[in-house]
């Protein structure tokens, strides 16, 4: 006779539950400004599951199986961030051209110095896949300690069949062990390898016949990515990409509109793109496009701030009715960072976004663009308890006004706390 014994974790005395839905709903324009909240709150975990919230006069006494018993006084709960696009999988940093920048070096040159997504590329494809496992899991180590409880990770630092095979075959193995939840993006079309440099539709070919038919055998990703931009893959170039991707049911979501407005933002909708990332230089018709498409805008505010760049236009975007996403762009070239708490007061400072906004932008909204929002996003009952447990704090509003502190106190992945 087997017994299942459920066990139970209870959070009481929380000063405010925040981001409480009982359905999901993508948040778009005025919605994203809605963020529900509890104040005075419980919450009861069984098994990982969020099983029930309430207000704490309403709290019935527990009998099951106590596990954890929290005291939640003076401090905001929140739903862990889901961090939507990073390039977590890299071989070494690249502190050396942050500094060649500060210097005053162009991107050019430093391209020239054989700096850029090519210096990852040989860089990476130098390491053995335990390596980069081991660096990709201490990276995750600390995002989850920053709050981060389901994020999605590319490929495009391999540029090679076997570079980014063996870069899907880390991320593929980081989602068997970590508890955090991962989705897998096929980012091939990164950049063109120098020997490619004059000859794109051969790299092109190598990316359809030679790694797309390996990545979906081997079940590898669950998304396809091109860099669209100037000087990197063309419009027309990303169609037959995503379109080979999409034959073996690889969504897009993709690099756009970070330099410049090439026709990106119109081809990724009409390939009905899951998102659509970067956003930094968007025309007006562009805007207009993105508001009245199914695609989520994901902003990522560090990779604007690192490369000092203008930010995206958050404002325009959310009130001509564009559903927003922000994530982190975590990568050795332009957002050294995973810290997805400063994301969200960057959003704040610098876009004009209200805290509601970019919490629900870093969360519920997010968790659609990883296609996890059944799972993640928010406290709504049968969802993972991945939660952010805030040191105490006045207001909502101080969370990312003081963005210099660390104001995360504890993080709850499945129930569980991050140490
Ligand atoms: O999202 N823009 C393209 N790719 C990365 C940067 C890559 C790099 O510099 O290593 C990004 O910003
Ligand atoms: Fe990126």
Known sequence: MVYFVTMTAIVTNIKQLVGVRQENK????????????LNN????????????????????????????QIDASGQFVLPAWCDSHTHLIFAASREEEFVDKIKGLSYAEIAAK???ILNSARKL?????DELFNLAWKRLEEVSKLGTAAIEIKSGYGLSVEGELKMLRVIKKLKEKSSLSIKATFLGAHTYPQQYKENHQSYIDLIINEMLPVVAREKLADYIDV????????????????????????????HINQLNSIGGIQTAIKLNAISVDHLETMTDE??????????????????AFFLRM???????LIDAGCAVALASDYNPGSSPSGNMNFVVALSCIQMKMLPEEAINAATINSAYSLELEKEVGSITVGKKANLIFTKPIPSLAYFPYAFGSNLVERVMIKGEPIE
């Open 26 to 37: 993508l948040l778009r324009g005025k919605e994203l400004a809605e963020l529900p909240v």
């Open 41 to 68: 709150a419980y919450l009861v975990i069984e098994d990982g599951i969020i099983a029930e919230f309430g207000e704490m006069k309403n709290l019935k006494p527990q009998t099951s199986n106590l596990k954890h």
């Open 286 to 303: 562009d805007i207009n496009h993105l508001a009245h498409s199914q695609s989520i805008g994901t902003l990522l505010p560090t990779a």
């Open 227 to 254: 860099f669209c931009e100037t000087g990197f893959f063309s419009p027309q170039e990303m169609e037959t990409i995503c379109k080979a991707g999409m034959s073996y049911g690889l969504k897009p979501k993709l």
């Open 114 to 116: 054989g700096g850029g």
């Open 125 to 129: 494809n130098e390491a053995t896949e």
């Open 310 to 316: 203008p930010f995206q236009p958050a404002r325009q």
